[in-house]
Nanobody, 127 residues
Framework: QVQLVESGGGSVQAGGSLRLSCAAS????????MGWFRQTPGKEREGVAT????????YYADSVKGRFTISRDNAKNTLYLQMNSLKPEDTAVYYC????????????????????WGQGTQVTVSS
């Protein structure tokens, strides 16, 4: 059974940092597109960042560019999101997602086969 399990969320003051992790189990995700999304009540889910299988190509939403860094350790089957200079508007439930496999194309938040999802981890940034 495929599972994505996020960890590392919590509460932090504005300007602080958090590092989220997403451990995949039940399959090997070295050849898959992975990403982080976030959602707050009443708002649509937002794609935060994605990363290609090799890790060399990444995408970031404009709202997090220069502050967040996505990375992956394929040997550990784990995805990370380093979040620095956090702002109150970054408060959300953060989810990781992954494709079952890699067929090429664009590894972006709109990719239709990002079908494996974690349960989410809450990030709260206070002013």
């Amino acid at each position: 059974q495929v599972q994505l399990v996020e960890s590392g969320g919590g509460s932090v003051q504005a300007g602080g940092s958090l590092r989220l992790s997403c451990a995949a189990s039940g399959y090997t995700c070295s050849r898959c597109c992975m990403g982080w999304f976030r959602q707050t009540p009443g708002k649509e889910r937002e794609g935060v960042a994605t990363i290609y299988p090799g890790g060399g190509i990444t995408y970031y939403a404009d709202s997090v560019k220069g502050r967040f860094t996505i990375s992956r350790d394929n040997a550990k089957n784990t995805l990370y999101l380093q979040m620095n200079s956090l702002k109150p508007e970054d408060t959300a439930v953060y989810y990781c997602a992954a494709t079952p496999r890699w067929y090429g194309g664009s590894c972006s938040p709109s990719r239709a086969d990002l079908t494996y999802w974690g349960q989410g981890t809450q990030v709260t940034v206070s002013s």
